[in-house]
């Protein structure tokens, strides 16, 4: 069925005429040439050592990409130009910390917790829950944005960024929380070598998208390491207990556990088709705030085909003995909402942390404030999708079958 785009606010349509006005939708105006936006990235941090070379490959592709697929208007430019550019000059100040401070990349990262699933699964919310722990360490957005110098002023800076988001397309507020002190993903540090789910959610970027989905991905996670020490230097906390978050880890358990052996992943389950819609509609908002051309079937087929392939191949990755199954727990979604002290309770003992009182009491807290400030919500359904029901359960059933995930459509 047809996808009814919610409205923009009216600077961003005035902004998009703009550039119809000049004909090119802003191209004359907004580079996108990969030598240009590393020429600005350079000249603004008075740096020119990007650390590993890794990085450029994935970065002109994500560019070309871009430039041959997205259809981007003038404001969808010039947030585009934005995201690249502020990634590349943070890189830059890092390599340069590196460069000063060899000993940032010695420290250990010591075994972390990391959430992942499915979107829209309840990944954010117990990435939150876990972040009440103040013995836990949650990356902040700002704090993957702007890691160096540290300066906790960046906060206001991205929040000033969201807010930007969420006046283009005002219904993006009731579809997924930011703020530049919330706990954030990992998409945000695979982000830095250029090949990152992040892109693909922003933009449409489907050559760039199937050619990331064939190369090996280690570099990310070796960046990844380098990402949480240099936080870890910067705030001279060391022993940090990180605890991150990201749907893109199903992808890669291998390399994650090649990177942290000691880490802890908590997996989140719910019904692949309950959650489809709701990712398609947050996807085609987002690609809708930068351009306007976005075709809605043809990403719920990319989201439900996606999920099908992912979490069979998870089932079958973790039942081939390859990863250390005590090292991984599994929390349905049902579960999570009707008891998460509950559920957090269960993790900790069988990871042999201690549940304080003051984390319950954290925890008590932040689902009281969580409670009281929900006043919006995301409204969608399979039915929109346009999907054929029956279809797509025979292709998901396995995986539900095979985690006690129930359907909920």
């Not at 992942?116 to 972040?131: M, Y």
């Not at 993957?144 to 969420?166: F, R, T």
């Not at 908590?266 to 908002?285: E, F, I, K, Q």
Request: charged share 20%.
């Amino acid at each position: 069925m047809p996808w009814d785009p919610p409205p923009r606010s009216r600077w961003t349509e005035r902004m998009i005429a703009l550039g119809r006005g000049l004909g090119d939708d802003g191209r004359s105006v907004v580079s996108l040439a990969p030598d240009d936006v590393v020429q600005a990235a350079t000249a603004t941090t008075g740096l020119d050592d990007f650390g590993d070379g890794w990085w450029e490959e994935p970065f002109r592709r994500l560019c070309g990409s871009i430039e041959q697929e997205a259809r981007l208007h003038l404001p969808g430019r010039l947030r585009a130009r934005g995201e690249l550019q502020l990634i590349l000059q943070n890189r830059l100040r890092m390599a340069e910390l590196w460069r000063r401070q060899p000993a940032v990349l010695e420290q250990p990262v010591a075994a972390p917790i990391v959430v992942t699933g499915l979107g829209r699964s309840g990944t954010t919310f117990l990435h939150e829950l876990l972040a009440c722990d103040p013995a836990n360490r949650p990356p902040l957005l700002w704090e993957l944005l702007h890691s160096v110098p540290y300066d906790d002023a960046w906060g206001d800076v991205c929040d000033a960024e969201i807010k930007l988001m969420d006046e283009m397309v005002p219904a993006f507020t009731a579809m997924h929380e930011n703020g530049g002190r919330l706990p954030t993903e990992c998409i945000f540090i695979f982000a830095h070598q250029f090949s990152s789910d992040l892109y693909t959610g922003l933009f449409n970027v489907a050559n760039y998208t199937v050619w990331r989905s064939g190369i090996d991905q280690s570099p990310i996670y070796d960046w990844h390491k380098k990402h949480l020490q240099t936080l870890q230097w910067v705030t001279g906390a060391q022993t940090t207990r990180w605890v991150v978050k990201a749907p893109s880890h199903l992808s890669h358990l291998p390399l994650l556990f090649a990177t942290y052996p000691d880490a802890r992943v908590v997996m989140t389950h719910r019904d692949p088709l309950r959650v489809v819609g709701s990712l398609s509609d947050l996807l085609a908002t987002l690609h809708y705030m930068h351009s306007d051309h976005v075709d809605y079937q043809v990403l719920a087929e990319f989201v439900a085909m996606g999920h099908a392939l992912q979490m069979n191949h998870v089932a079958a990755e973790r039942d081939s003995g390859d990863l250390p199954l005590q090292q991984i727990a599994d929390v349905v979604y049902k579960d999570l909402v009707r008891d998460p002290t509950g559920v957090i309770a269960r993790l900790y003992e069988s990871w042999g942390l201690p549940f304080t009182d003051a984390y319950r009491a954290a925890l008590t807290a932040y689902l009281a404030a969580r409670h009281n400030e929900r006043t919006s919500s995301h409204d969608y359904s399979f039915a929109d999708t346009g999907l054929d029901l029956a279809e797509q359960r025979a292709l998901v059933r396995p995986y539900q079958e095979r985690f006690g995930v129930p359907s909920e459509v």
